[in-house]
């Protein structure tokens, strides 16, 4: 079955950097593309960035030019380097699977969910 495991997530200053990591499993990795979302306190799940299985990034204005997403297909895991963070970062950070090859059909699987907590 599909499974999605993050980690990496922690406490960090503002302007810090983090680089969680989901290990994934159960699918052919590199045929889907891949998503982080997150989820701030009291509010919705937001996506923040997607990469498609050719490669083909995406990302919300909000972190565009701080974070990058990346994939090691041979290593079945997806990156989201987080540079030059900010308290309004602060979230729960969740790795989820595409339906499809892009984006553009959505995403099926979540994982579990890693804390990324930006103090000022």
């Known amino acids: 079955q599909v499974q999605l495991v993050e980690s990496g997530g922690a406490l960090v200053q503002a302007g810090g950097s983090l680089r969680p990591s989901c290990a994934a499993s159960g699918f052919t990795f590199g045929s889907y593309a891949m998503g982080w979302y997150r989820q701030p306190p009291g509010k919705q799940r937001e996506l923040v960035a997607a990469?498609?299985?050719?490669?083909?990034?995406y990302y919300a204005d909000s972190v565009k030019g701080r974070f990058t997403i990346s994939r090691d297909n041979a290593k079945n895991t997806l990156y989201l380097q987080m540079n030059s963070l900010k308290p309004e970062d602060t979230a729960v950070y969740y790795c989820?699977?595409?339906?499809?090859?892009?984006?553009?059909?959505?995403?099926?699987?979540w994982g579990q969910g890693t804390q990324v907590t930006v103090s000022s």
């Open positions: 989820a699977k595409g339906v499809g090859r892009t984006r553009a059909l959505g995403y099926d699987y």
């Open positions: 990469i498609s299985g050719a490669g083909a990034t």
